[in-house]
Antibody
Framework: EVQLVESGGGLVQPGGSLRLSCAAS????????MHWVRQSPGKGLVWVSQ????????NYADSVKGRFSISRDNAKNTLYLQMNSLRAEDTAVYYC???????????????WGQGTMVTVSS | QSALTQPASVSGSPGQSITISCTGT?????????VSWYQRHPGKAPKVMIY???KRPSGVSNRFSASKSANTASLTISGLQAEDEADYYC??????????FGGGTKLTVL
């Protein structure tokens, strides 16, 4: 079955760290750029980060730059998001998403996981 | 960069057509053919309905179409059905190795 399954969310105190994982199956993970997108309660979707198919390049939203780190292990078909110095405003459901295979970069996200909830609170 | 601008809500009766707008700037929507539209039912993962401004992925109903003029993209749903009731989000390449989403539009089928 073609799917993305996130894990690793939970409750963490401000200033704390959390590592999210996204297990991919049913497709050639190493061929696709991957992204993290989040949605805070009652708000819309917000792009967080992107990593190239071979892991050679990464990009981040300004709001998480310097605090979050995206990585991947193509041998394990797994995407990660290391989140440090967490703030209350990072509270959200975090989704991993696959970018379509196309001639362009930063194209549409054609597969999404169900998300994992991260709550930053004391 | 600011979020793309979408109306908070739109509504229509079954069988009618509705259009959702998505306004950006000349640095994002207006510069790249990389606008996407997503449908999101409550509790479900987003589903891409349109990519590269106007292309429809295989399996998406041809009742969904899109266009773009200058800095504004539009999604049109024709022959509205009850199952179309959902949140819709646009997104665009932001021009600075980033992606920008719209705030989302809640579609109500009356």
């Amino acid at each position: 079955e073609v799917q993305l399954v996130e894990s690793g969310g939970g409750l963490v105190q401000p200033g704390g760290s959390l590592r999210l994982s996204c297990a991919a199956s049913g497709f050639t993970f190493s061929s696709h750029w991957m992204h993290w997108v989040r949605q805070s309660p009652g708000k819309g979707l917000v792009w967080v980060s992107q990593i190239k198919s071979d892991g050679s390049g990464t990009n981040y939203a300004d709001s998480v730059k310097g605090r979050f780190s995206i990585s991947r292990d193509n041998a394990k078909n797994t995407l990660y998001l290391q989140m440090n110095s967490l703030r209350a405003e990072d509270t959200a459901v975090y989704y991993c998403a696959r970018e379509i295979y196309s001639d362009y970069n930063f194209d549409a996200l054609d597969m999404w996981g169900q998300g994992t909830m991260v709550t930053v609170s004391s | 960069q600011s979020a793309l601008t979408q109306p908070a809500s739109v509504s229509g009766s079954p069988g009618q057509s509705i259009t959702i707008s998505c306004t950006g700037t000349s640095r994002d929507v207006g510069s790249y053919n990389l606008v996407s539209w997503y449908q999101r039912h409550p509790g479900k993962a987003p589903k891409v309905m349109i990519y590269e401004d106007t292309k429809r992925p295989s399996g998406v109903s041809n009742r969904f179409s899109a266009s773009k003029s200058a800095n504004t993209a539009s999604l049109t749903i024709s022959g509205l059905q009850a199952e179309d009731e959902a949140d819709y989000y646009c997104s665009s390449y932001g021009g600075n190795n980033n992606v920008i989403f719209g705030g989302g539009t809640k579609l109500t089928v009356l």
